[in-house]
């Protein structure tokens, strides 16, 4: 008789002997379905949170780029507009981690498409076009046309939902109806000023509220406005998003009285109920999930184990002690387990790839998965858990079986 106890031979040592001698011995097909099963079970808890985090990835992209580069400088509480906005944007060049500043000033108009008598009222926004093509992405955004110059005065940019279609079916906004590039547009003022601009360039961020919008330059809403130095708000631009909390504290510490705000700060709540809307369906998908790997092991396994009661039954008459046998069963579960989450990420890794090359169009642009690997290891650890469970309640139940009825089968 064996005493896996007395001889000195450890429990795990001989449960580990028995896993692998059942592994090998093993249906092939099982074992490989089974491996599947779980691979996809890891695709199916990740993948959403690999497309939310994509369009996390390109929103925040989109804020920086075209809204609010890394830190917004906005003006000071009932306050309409920032003061000395020159001299400001020269001194906040000079901070270290600034790459580039440009002041904006914006104001409200009647915008109207003269061919059609189409118009829209937009906050129509004046910049330097060299010092924004420092801070955002509208020069390289250029679909037709040309990006402003210094000095332009009877010269507009628009976006592409702002200048629209002929065809009214087509747009997504509200739109001018079809302007293109060289066409005439009426602008006018809130001070009842009206002018006439020839439309220089149309831009495509695929961003909704970016590409309603128009744009002058700041000498000519100086001329119309009598703005002169000030602005509606300053957008600097730093190294990278992840010193954007760092450089506010730099612009703070330098003393300005304006607020000054990150990119983060300005865009939050923005997209948080349509994010929030998609995490619970990837915490329900996920915990579906886990449901169809916690059964797939618990048949898996107690279907192994009914094959082979006599065996285990054999087993205890000859002195392994359950926990030994109970053990190799776990063994045999961690294995496939492990598996199938090696074949999951190579799988998660394979989609992530396909998807960057063929990226998929969202509304605000095209999109490229981003893989959390901190949720990778946590859904890791969870099926680690339910499928050692799942695989532990069969195994217990047989083995605790009368030797007798066990050898009966």
Not at 149 to 161: K, M, P
Request: include cysteine; charged fraction near 20%; proline fraction near 2%.
């Amino acid at each position: 008789m064996v005493n896996n106890r007395r001889d000195g031979s450890p429990g795990w040592r001989v449960s580990l002997y028995l896993a692998v001698r059942a592994i090998r011995r093993g249906n092939r097909s099982t074992l490989a379905l089974t491996i599947l099963i779980i691979a996809l079970v890891v695709v199916l808890m990740n993948f959403l949170g690999m497309i939310i985090a994509g369009v996390v990835t390109l929103y925040n992209d989109q804020m920086i780029d075209y809204q609010y580069g890394h830190v917004a400088i906005e003006p000071r509480d009932k306050e309409t507009a920032i003061g000395n906005a020159g001299s400001l944007v020269e001194e906040l060049r000079r901070i270290p981690g600034v790459t580039g500043v440009t002041a904006h000033t914006s104001t409200g108009t009647t915008i109207t498409n003269p061919r059609n008598g189409k118009f829209q009222t937009k906050a129509l926004v004046a910049f330097d076009p060299d010092d924004e093509a420092e801070v955002t992405r509208y020069k390289a955004a250029i679909i037709d046309g040309d990006y402003l110059s210094d000095g332009d005065t009877d010269q507009i940019l628009i976006g592409t939902l702002l200048a629209g279609n002929e065809d009214e079916s087509q747009d997504k906004l509200p739109s001018l109806g079809g302007v293109k590039v060289g066409d005439r547009v009426r602008v006018e003022y809130g001070n009842g000023v009206v002018k006439s601009y020839r439309v220089k360039g149309i831009y495509e961020s695929l961003g909704a509220l970016i590409d309603s919008s128009a744009f002058i330059t700041r000498d000519e809403m100086d001329a119309v406005m009598g703005t002169g130095d000030t602005a509606s708000e300053i957008l600097v631009r730093g190294r990278s998003s992840g010193d954007a909390l760092q450089l506010k504290y730099s612009i703070l510490e330098f003393g300005t009285g304006e607020k000054v705000k990150t990119w983060s700060e300005k865009g939050t709540g923005i997209l948080g109920d349509a994010i929030s809307s998609l995490n619970l369906v990837k915490n329900i998908m996920t915990f579906v999930a886990l449901i169809v790997a916690s059964v797939v092991v618990f048949i898996v396994t107690y279907i192994n184990i009914i094959n082979r009661r006599k065996q285990i039954g054999i087993m205890k008459a000859i002195g392994i002690r359950r926990q030994v046998i109970v053990g190799s069963y776990l063994l045999q579960v961690l294995f496939l387990c492990a598996c199938g989450i090696v074949a999951g990420i190579l799988m998660l890794n394979g989609i992530s790839l396909l998807l960057t090359v063929n990226k998929i169009r969202f509304p605000m642009g095209d999109l490229t998965p981003q893989i959390e690997y901190g949720a990778v290891a946590l859904s890791i650890i969870l099926l680690f858990l339910v499928s050692i469970l799942s695989g532990y309640i069969p195994a217990r139940q047989v083995v605790n079986e009368e030797i007798l009825d066990a050898m009966r089968g």
